[in-house]
Each structure stands twice: as structure tokens, then as C-alpha cells.
């Protein structure tokens, strides 16, 4: 059964919400259904929920404008399993795009949360390729050595470029992806966006990223 939120307000001076609660269950033929108040727990909670599941763009019908979703205020193992929801999106890609100026990084905590990414798609994984701006190219072992652990037949391969400064997680053949406003070292450090890009915006990228990789030899 699905559920929704019922905003109650009441014009009466000195009637709240609970009086409201009162009279919906002098009336039997509600009975049948549960009424109850959220706290902003239970708000964010529900919150949260949508957003994994439409994207932050559909509050708003327009996209890439509130850079909300992952903040100070909420415990990075929260934000880590956003992020997760957000990539499990992804599940049965074949060749993946990561776009990501200084995606790559030795620090733990991003290596555990690569890895728990990785391992949600690998099922089907046969190839990842990376576009960076090179600078953080002396830390790329680390993450290829998880990935191969997790995949152990996916190909590799990196393009080093300045064309990109956002971040993308892309399907290049389903032109199906999210955008990520900090690469994973930042997660839980500052406010920073994570959507789904939309088919048309996700077929553009994948189609500059693949002008980007020099054909095989």
C-alpha cells in the first residue's frame, strides 16, 4: 500500500494538528486507514526514500540546482548508503564510464566506499573507463587493484583530459547515469549534489567521453 504526506492545517485559533487527529478517528470508515504525525525523522527518512528513488530534480522539475542531498549534518555512513542506493541505479552496466578530474585516491574510507560501489555493479562488468585530469594518477593502483578484486575480468582503462570538471557515473550503452557534486574522498566533508542525469544530458557526456579514448592498436 502506498503512503503519502498530508499537509493539516487549521483555521480555528488554538486548534493544532492532534485536534485534527481526534476528529479523523470519531469517524469509523477511517479505520481502515493509519494517520499519524511525522517527526523530522521520520520526514527525512521518507525524504531520503523519494530522492533515491526519482532523484532530487523531481522536486523541482529542472535539474542540477540544489546541491542538498549530501551534507555536514548527516553521518557519512548515511551519506555512503545514499550514494549506494543511488549506484545500485546502474546495476547490469557492461562498460561504465567514471568521469572524475581527481576521482582517484589511497585514503581508506574512499577506497572501502569505491569498492562497495563496484561490488553492487560487477555482475556484469566488462569494462570501466576512467577520465581524469591525471594529477592524482600515482593513486590509481589502489582503486584498479579493488576493482580487479571485485571484477576480476573487467578491462581497465584511463583518459587523461581537462574537457570534463563535473563528476559522472555513466552507462555508455543505456545513456543511463548520475551526477556527483565531489569525488568520493569528499563524501561526508562538504555539501555536495548527487541526481540522475537525465537520458538526453547522460547521451551527450557518454558521446564526448567517447571521443575522448584513442581506438585500440
Known sequence: ?????V????????????????????????????????????AR???????????????????????????????VDEIADIVLQFVEKLKGVKDLFIIDPYFYSDDPDCVALFEKMMSALSEQLSSVTFFTNGS???????????????????SIEDVVTDEFHDRFWIDAATNVGIVMGTSLNGIGKKIALIDYLSKFDASEIAKLARQLIKPAK
Open 7 to 42: 499537509y493539516v492545517k487549521s483555521y480555528k485559533e488554538g486548534s493544532d494538528v492532534v485536534d485534527f487527529l481526534k476528529e479523523v478517528y470519531k469517524h469509523p470508515e477511517f479505520s481502515h486507514f493509519l494517520v499519524t504525525r511525522f517527526d523530522a525523522i521520520n
Open 136 to 154: 592524482k594518477a600515482s593513486k590509481r593502483s589502489t582503486m584498479h587493484s579493488v576493482l580487479k578484486a571485485v571484477a576480476p575480468k573487467v
Open 45 to 75: 527518512d521518507y525524504f531520503r526514500e523519494y530522492i533515491v528513488e526519482n532523484g532530487i530534480s523531481s522536486l523541482f522539475n529542472f535539474s542540477l540546482t540544489c546541491d542538498a542531498v549530501m551534507h555536514g549534518g548527516i553521518h
Open 1 to 5: 500500500m502506498g503512503s503519502g504526506i
